[in-house]
Each structure stands twice: as C-alpha cells, then as structure tokens.
C-alpha cells in the first residue's frame, strides 16, 4: 500500500516537471516576436534575453551532469539558451 503511494506520488511529481517544461518552453518561443520586431528595426532590449540564455545554459548543464539526470530541468531551460541568444544577437546587428 505504502509503495503504491510512493508510485503514485513520483508519477505525479514527473507529470508536474513535464507540465513545467511545456510551460518554460513556451515562455522562451514568447521571444520569437521580439525577434522578428528586432529583424525589421524595432529592437529591444539585449540584456533580458542574454542574460536568460546565461541562466538557462547553466541550468542545462546543471541539469544533464546530474549523478541523476534532470532531463526535464534541461529541456525546459534548452530553449531558453537557443532562443536567448538570438533574441539578444538580433538586438545588437
């Protein structure tokens, strides 16, 4: 009864980090229209998005060189490092 518990509470807690990456991975597209606003000369900020890519690259790191790996720790914060980057590029060229 006890480990049927158990069972039920880590499938619970994984459904919850998968949601949580969903969500972390749509806030990071969230940067798409500043990047196109950026391509046609209306450009935002840089420093959000490349400290965001900062961030989220050590999260990955952290994230994959687990003894136990955090993979949806680092697919959560992947795009964050790839969509950081370009929006903070595009704010500067």
């Known amino acids: 009864m006890e480990e049927e518990r158990a069972q039920t509470k880590e499938k619970r807690m994984q459904t919850l980090g998968w949601v949580a990456t969903a969500m972390s991975v749509m806030m990071y597209v969230s940067y798409i ?11 935002g900020d840089f420093i959000q998005p490349s400290v965001a890519a900062v961030n989220c690259t050590l999260w990955v790191i952290y ?6 790996r955090d993979l949806p720790l680092a697919a959560a914060n992947f795009p964050g490092v790839i969509f950081g980057l370009i929006a903070a590029s595009t704010a500067l060229i």
């Open 33 to 43: 229209p500043q990047i196109i606003g950026n391509l046609h000369g209306n450009k």
């Open 63 to 68: 994230g994959l060189c687990k003894e136990k």
